[in-house]
């Protein structure tokens, strides 16, 4: 859950950053000079790593709450508004109730505080414990790797994964176990696969890290680590194709834009590039269908993205244009540049 939220987020973010800087190209041309920032790799899940004693120093604990803790803006953006709000009125509905008993509500307060107060720090404590606990078991196991101990590396790893699930969506982590498992000849051969798979994506050949990574998801489904890196290999590989100077294939690009959002369904930026190139190529219709689609993811997030939305309402003006229909050409219009056209979930108002 927590890898699939962040890469929602951070995908998003990724989109508004390009719309924002490409800004000035939005009217030229319907997007023809336009290109395509190459799509980043996902994060590790694994993300309190600790490297050196500076981590118990007071500056890094934002990374704890953060990364170990996992109160970050991907979070916030993944549980939306509702969740929020309800905590907020459960906490002031207790207030509520204990100050309604005067006298008797505040004793009453001060003594499940002195009950909640030791229980969370022994809580916390727990879960920070885990943290540091896990990541000595990580050096370790590097130090055992480096001895040639691959045996040990092997049975301690898979104990990890079990124990600890973030270490799954790790590329070293699992890099390290597929190596190892090699080395003692009991390699899972849809690791092995990622493994290989990533190898290609680093010497930026994207269509054999996709057959990689396609077999690395066969043998194994719920990898979700792998899923994002073939969905980010397959976006690379068709920006490639759109960004083609004076050969720009805007059409194959889109074919297979398409293609990394039937394998990650809700993946905003293969929704916008895959806007952008149907509508570089002429179809002005299949680029509206896809501005729909936007649309309507943004309602899951807490707040829409207003730089994403707005291109997105320009497509479906565009779509409108071309059919010949002014009056809603300028309905459309009015959507991409007044939020107050939206309603309060981000879908068009009927």
Not at 71 to 87: E, H
Not at 311 to 317: D, E, G, K, R, W
Not at 326 to 346: L, P
């Amino acid at each position: 859950m927590s890898f699939i939220a962040a890469e929602y987020y951070n995908r998003g973010e990724e989109v508004s950053s390009h719309v924002d800087r490409n800004f000035s190209e939005v009217q030229a041309q319907w997007k023809q000079n336009i290109s395509l920032d190459n799509s980043e790799p996902p994060a590790s899940t694994f993300g309190i790593k600790i490297e050196d004693s500076r981590f118990f120093q007071l500056p890094s604990w934002d990374k704890v709450i953060l990364e170990g803790f996992g109160y970050k803006n991907s979070f916030f953006a993944g549980i939306g508004q509702g969740w929020s709000f309800s905590l907020i009125g459960v906490l002031i509905c207790l207030m509520g109730l204990y100050l309604a008993w005067e006298q008797q509500g505040i004793n009453s307060l001060i003594k499940d505080m002195k009950i909640l107060v030791p229980v969370s720090l022994l809580l916390f404590s727990v879960i920070l414990g885990s943290h540091i606990y896990f990541n000595i078991l990580n050096y370790q196991l590097n130090v055992q790797f480096a001895k040639g101990e691959y045996s040990q590396v092997v049975n301690t790893s898979q104990a990890l994964i079990r124990l600890y699930p973030p270490l799954q969506g790790d590329e070293e982590f699992l890099e390290r176990l597929a190596r190892a498992e090699l080395y003692t000849d009991t390699a899972d051969p849809g690791l092995v696969n990622f493994i290989q798979g990533l190898e290609s994506y680093k010497d930026s050949n994207f269509l054999e890290a996709e057959n990689y990574f396609e077999k690395s998801l066969d043998s194994q489904p719920n990898r979700f680590l792998v899923r994002g890196y073939l969905v980010t290999g397959i976006l690379n590989r068709g920006i490639n194709y759109f960004n083609e100077p004076n050969t720009r294939n805007a059409g194959t690009a889109a074919d297979i834009f398409e293609k990394a959002f039937n394998i990650f369904p809700g993946h905003v930026e293969a929704l916008y590039d895959l806007m952008l190139a149907r509508v570089v190529n002429g179809e002005f219709q299949k680029s509206a269908e896809v501005a729909k689609q936007i649309i309507d993811g943004q309602k899951y997030f807490q707040e829409p993205g207003i730089g994403l939305m707005g291109q997105a309402y320009v497509h479906l003006t565009w779509a409108e244009y071309n059919k010949g229909d002014i009056n809603k050409t300028w309905e459309r219009y009015r959507q991409s540049v007044d939020t107050k056209a939206w309603d309060k979930s981000g879908i068009e108002k009927k």
